[in-house]
């Protein structure tokens, strides 16, 4: 499975983001988050069990101002910042406060550079991480499921969770955020089967975020069970959005 040994890594070249650097600020040795799910690329949250320590808030900042620091005097250009990494980011108790120093070490070194948060969104009804969220340039938040009985059987989150206090929390953003959902299948549900894709679309549109990323499973999965679909399969299930003139981006 995939862990981020580092609190910074890259940078890494991609078509979509340029030279990309990420940012991990959970425990480094496992995995941590308040979602489970199916399709995690850092496996079960029960075999992350190993390290439980977040990084400081001191050595978050002073990890990220070196890296920006050499990477600036060896002229590597940074075109994008991502926290992401062995969970859910906002669960950092510092979180706010590491979004700050990251968008002014951003704006002394690479004030082009975009940064961008990976997110379940499960905290978004805490003001402190709405607010934090919402300074970023790309809040990229998860929805995969449109029930809370989906939320169950996909995400399995930790906690109490309802869909309905997330898509409240989530409409403070004014549609000023990216929403990213999975479509995925197994034994026993569907994403994408006909009442939830309408559900799923529905909140859409309550929501109207002023971008959607939507893809399916790309690498191991703990959960050997589940099936993907191709990118033409998910063109279809969002081309109402489409023809309502959504910006969507498709990944297979
Ligand atoms: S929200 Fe992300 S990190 Fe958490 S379990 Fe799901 S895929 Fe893994």
Redesign the pocket.
């Known amino acids: 499975m995939l862990h981020f040994d580092d609190i910074v890594f890259g940078p890494i070249s991609s078509r979509r983001l340029g030279s990309s650097l990420g940012v991990n600020i959970l425990p480094s040795k496992g995995?941590l988050?308040?979602?489970?799910?199916v399709?995690?690329?850092?496996g079960w949250?029960k075999d992350g069990t190993a390290d439980r320590r977040f990084p400081t808030y001191e050595e978050v900042v002073a990890a990220f101002e070196e890296k920006m620091s050499s990477l600036s005097a060896e002229g590597v250009k940074v075109d994008s910042i991502t926290f992401s990494g062995?969970?859910?980011p906002t669960m950092h108790p510092d979180f706010p406060e590491i979004v700050d120093a990251v968008l002014r070490c951003r704006d002394r070194f690479f004030p082009d550079a975009k940064v961008s948060v990976?997110s379940?969104a499960f905290l978004v009804g805490r003001p402190s991480v709405a607010q934090a969220l919402r300074r970023v340039d790309n809040p990229i938040l998860?929805i995969d499921a449109s029930s809370d009985e989906l939320v169950r059987q996909i995400?399995?989150p930790v906690g109490p969770y309802r869909l309905e206090d997330i898509i409240a929390a989530l409409k403070g953003f004014d549609g000023n955020f990216i929403l990213q959902t999975m479509f995925l299948r197994s034994d026993e549900f569907d994403t994408a089967a006909p009442e939830a894709l309408q559900k799923w679309m529905d909140i859409v549109r309550e929501l109207r975020p002023r971008e959607i990323m939507v893809y399916t499973i790309d690498r191991e999965t703990p959960d050997k069970s589940l099936g993907k679909y191709t990118v033409e399969e998910m063109t279809a299930f969002v081309q109402p959005l489409l023809d309502e003139g959504y910006k969507i981006q498709i990944r297979g």
Do not use: A, R
């Not at 399709?39 to 850092?42: A, I, K, L, Q």
């Open positions: 995995k988050c308040n979602f489970d799910c399709y995690c690329e850092c949250n062995n969970g859910e990976l379940n998860k995400n399995k």
